[in-house]
């Protein structure tokens, strides 16, 4: 089975910036489209990117376009969320995700494996 563990979250000012990395094991990386999802406290998990397989194919949810930039290194079996412009509604739990089968899926019952979590706080 896939383990994944998320790293670079911490705390940020308001405007500034921070790449979370999500390592992968267990399984052939290639074969699975890779997601990110954020939970605030009192909230229910929320799609934030998705890449697909060969990393040609990208979506974001509508509040994170044009700031955050989803990317995988298949050879280093690695993906990133690279966050820009970062505000306070932006705090959360980051969490990576693995799908098998499914091209870019951004639902939350499309994928088969997830990480930890990693905190993220934007302070105002």
């Known amino acids: 089975q896939v383990q994944l563990v998320e790293s670079g979250g911490g705390l940020v000012q308001a405007g500034g910036s921070l790449r979370l990395s999500c390592a992968a094991s267990g399984g052939i990386f290639s074969n699975y489209a890779m997601g990110w999802f954020r939970q605030a406290p009192g909230k229910e998990r929320e799609f934030v990117a998705a890449?697909?397989?060969?990393?040609?194919?990208?979506y974001y949810a509508d509040s994170v376009k044009g700031r955050f930039t989803i990317s995988r290194d298949n050879a280093k079996n690695t993906v990133y969320l690279e966050m820009n412009s970062l505000q306070p509604e932006d705090t959360a739990v980051y969490y990576c995700a693995a799908a098998g089968r499914v091209a870019l899926p951004t639902s939350s019952g499309r994928y088969d494996y997830w990480g930890q979590g990693t905190q993220v706080t934007v302070s105002s």
């Open positions: 890449i697909s397989r060969s990393g040609k194919s990208t």
